[in-house]
């Protein structure tokens, strides 16, 4: 066959050649039919079955994380669940059934149409990327209404397997973790993507925002992923695959290289020391810091103590977690961030202040200004930690000098 390519954005470097693997889109597959007045109960039941085995499969995936696992990954499936659970997704689409007599696949696609939609009209590209997340979670209540699986199932070698699809969630990026997947490459997404993020973090060439590859490529096509210049190559020739195996074993090469030197000292010529820090979400993820030869932590998001629970950590809890972090590090520095809930990063607390724009509204330190007691017992477990190790405290989202004088008052 003629080889051709494609173009996207590459969002992790690396060469990878191998056989397509195509994930369906159940989106494509969803129809418009109507539902009889007297079934209008049972549809709205089915989808209310759906809605709770995403919640359930959500759940699990959390569950059977892998220490070693990107911090990312459980934080953006946190994120899918808060998404599942709000009521634009979770309820509308239940009022779509009933006064428009539908099935459950297009009421919940009709709505989630309008929330893209609205997502559309956000001027920030980061906000604005997060659309992609609604999709992802609608895909997956869709696949379970539509008696599709979520899982990925792959026949061939998977160090061989390329994957190839409309979008891939987070949640699915766990298979790339437990059975280490070439590439994949996406027809949607950006480069501040969820998907993009954990990419990068799982180390595997990667390409999203092709438009068309889903379309263009079949099951057990020959591609190849050039993740560096985001060029997907399909049907290569033999001539081209001798080209692009040169450049990968030299890709291969420079990576092993990179592994035996990374725990010696990053000096210039002229005498300058460079350092590299690691940002991490919960204590486990020092064993990776560690691994890796990181000069510290840079950054600790402390606010996934704080999400999925409906009560707030107490000193204790705080307190046994930084430690664990500081004395992990010895005399390295700890960075950790008080808690940056609001926006995507739900907690306890932002379910009891509700804010009418949370991305800029009451977040961040606002949000800890406005409740003293919580910010005080984390600033108390903080500094308990500091005989522990080298702490330093990062106040985030301070978008005045009166803000940081309140703040380094109650400090």
């Given at each position: 066959m003629t080889p051709f390519s494609l173009h996207g954005i590459g969002v992790s470097n690396g060469i990878a050649i191998g056989k397509a693997h195509l994930i369906s889109n159940a989106l494509l597959e969803v129809v418009q039919y109507d539902i009889d007045i007297k079934n209008i109960h049972c549809e709205v039941k089915r989808f209310e079955d759906a809605v709770n085995a995403v919640r359930i499969e959500l759940n699990k995936i959390k569950s059977q994380l892998p220490s070693d696992s990107p911090g990312e990954l459980g934080a953006f499936i946190d994120t899918h669940t808060m998404i599942l659970n709000d009521k634009s997704l979770s309820v509308l689409p239940k009022s779509i059934i009933e006064n428009e007599k539908c099935n459950a696949e297009w009421a919940i696609k009709k709505q989630m149409d309008s929330v893209v939609n609205q997502f559309d009209q956000i001027e920030d590209q980061y906000l604005r990327d997060r659309k992609q997340?609604?999709?992802?979670?609608?895909?997956?209540?869709?696949?379970?209404?539509?008696?599709?699986?979520?899982?990925?199932?792959?026949?061939?070698?998977?160090?061989?397997?390329?994957?190839?699809?409309?979008?891939?969630?987070?949640?699915?990026?766990?298979?790339?973790?437990?059975?280490?997947?070439?590439?994949?490459?996406?027809?949607?997404?950006?480069?501040?993507?969820?998907?993009?993020?954990?990419?990068?973090s799982l180390n595997i060439p990667s390409i999203v925002a092709l438009q068309n590859a889903r379309a263009l490529i079949r099951d057990n096509d020959l591609i190849i992923v050039d993740g560096t210049k985001g060029v997907v190559i399909i049907n290569p020739t033999q001539e081209i695959q001798k080209h692009y195996k040169k450049i990968q074993d030299s890709w291969d090469n420079e990576q092993e290289k990179l592994q035996r030197i990374k725990t010696k000292k990053s000096t210039t010529q002229d005498g300058i020391t460079i350092q590299l820090f690691a940002n991490i979400e919960v204590p486990n993820d020092i064993i990776s810091v560690n691994a890796s030869g990181a000069?510290?932590?840079?950054?600790?998001?402390?606010?996934?103590?704080?999400?999925?629970?409906?009560?707030?950590?107490?000193?204790?809890?705080?307190?046994?977690?930084?430690?664990?972090?500081?004395?992990?590090?010895?005399?390295?520095?700890?960075?950790?961030?008080?808690?940056?809930?609001?926006?995507?990063?739900?907690?306890?607390?932002?379910?009891?202040?509700?804010?009418?724009?949370?991305?800029?509204?009451?977040?961040?330190?606002?949000?800890?200004?406005?409740?003293?007691?919580?910010?005080?017992?984390?600033?108390?477990?903080?500094?308990?930690?500091?005989?522990?190790?080298?702490?330093?405290?990062?106040?985030?989202?301070?978008?005045?000098?009166?803000?940081?004088?309140?703040?380094?008052?109650?400090?």
């Open positions: 997340d609604v999709i992802q979670v609608v895909e997956r209540v869709i696949k379970i209404l539509l008696g599709h699986s979520n899982q990925i199932a792959v026949k061939n070698k998977e160090k061989l397997t390329i994957l190839v699809a409309h979008d891939i969630s987070p949640a699915d990026a766990l298979h790339f973790k437990n059975h280490k997947y070439a590439a994949f490459i996406t027809d949607g997404g950006g480069v501040t993507s969820h998907t993009a993020i954990l990419s990068r000069s510290g932590i840079g950054l600790f998001r402390t606010e996934f103590l704080f999400m999925n629970r409906q009560d707030m950590p107490d000193e204790e809890e705080q307190f046994q977690a930084y430690k664990k972090v500081a004395e992990a590090m010895g005399k390295k520095p700890v960075t950790i961030r008080t808690l940056d809930s609001g926006a995507d990063k739900q907690t306890a607390l932002d379910n009891k202040k509700l804010s009418p724009n949370p991305a800029l509204g009451l977040r961040a330190i606002r949000l800890c200004l406005s409740e003293p007691k919580v910010f005080m017992t984390q600033l108390r477990a903080i500094l308990r930690a500091s005989q522990f190790g080298n702490i330093k405290i990062l106040f985030p989202m301070l978008s005045s000098i009166n803000e940081l004088r309140q703040t380094k008052l109650i400090l």
